[in-house]
């Protein structure tokens, strides 16, 4: 006789609901254009707000190479100007809160957007800042295991001197080389795992790792268009750096502002 108190016996075969991936969009050269209008048009409704994320990242790649040249660090300049855009992403991510309210209407002040970005350390972004600021010390680490290899015996004693060394020898050049394609290759594997990743923590709730695949399967889906993208801010920010990282105040709002919408362009939103 079967006790009142049993229930029905699961099946052997059950296994906890794993949750889906999000669908990725194909996008073109076209959604680019129309998100960069998009990122230009969040810049002018809000630019101060904006240009105070660019001036405090100005400010401080400006205090990182001060003190690279208070600690006799020289050789230190040009890879960690050349490496700071790679931390750019994490950077922006009070630009994508701004967008997603200028997109959906709700009005905002400072309070609101810092207190979003503060309440980031509670949720999954701190993974994604980790993840970068690693790749971002592997970038500077190969660097000194290259000048160990390769520049053994020169001598650094100002940036004058560094420069000679690295652009008018053999040496330097076989580093240049070498650097730059190691360097290419760590910004092509963090754009892949953070481009749509950012954005993505900022407006729903995953998980690091799944923002990470969904990023990687946007390359994957549209290889040429996100390649496009990656070279237009890989150029601008170089550029920006040029007027002693001035620039930034204006590119990196734009830029941000821009990777928001092109977001939503490339992964499919979730269904109210």
């Not at 969040?42 to 630019?47: G, I, K, T």
């Not at 390769?150 to 040496?171: C, H, K, M, R, Y």
Request: charged content about 10%.
């Amino acid at each position: 006789m079967t006790s009142s108190t049993e229930g029905a016996t699961p099946p052997d075969n059950l296994a906890p609901q794993q949750p889906s991936m999000p669908e990725v969009n194909k996008i073109t050269a076209a959604d680019i254009s129309d998100s960069l209008r998009a990122g230009f048009s969040d810049f002018l409704a809000r630019p101060v707000m904006s240009g105070f994320f660019g001036l405090f990242y100005a400010v401080f790649g400006l205090l990182f190479v001060w003190t690279l040249v208070w600690l006799g660090k020289i050789w230190m300049i040009i890879p960690a100007a050349v490496g700071f855009p790679l931390v750019a992403p994490f950077a922006a991510a009070g630009l994508y809160e701004m967008s997603r309210r200028l997109q959906t209407g709700e009005s905002f002040g400072w309070f609101e957007i810092l207190t979003v970005m503060a309440h980031q350390r509670k949720r999954e972004m701190g993974w994604m800042a980790f993840v970068t600021l690693f790749i971002f010390w592997v970038w500077t680490y190969q660097i000194r295991l290259w000048l160990a290899i390769i520049l053994q015996n020169a001598s650094f004693s100002d940036f004058e001197g560094f420069l000679n060394i690295v652009f008018f020898t053999p040496e330097g050049w076989i580093f240049l080389a070498i650097g730059t394609c190691v360097g290419a290759f760590l910004s092509a594997v963090l754009f892949t795992v953070t481009v749509v990743a950012m954005p993505m923590l900022m407006d729903r709730e995953t998980d690091f790792v799944t923002a990470m695949l969904t990023s990687v399967q946007v390359v994957r889906e549209n290889p040429v268009v996100m390649l496009s993208w990656a070279a237009i801010i890989s150029v601008t920010m170089l550029l920006s750096l040029v007027p002693a990282f001035l620039g930034l105040i204006f590119t990196l709002p734009i830029l941000g502002h821009t990777t928001w919408h092109l977001y939503q362009r490339a992964v499919v939103p979730v269904e109210s």
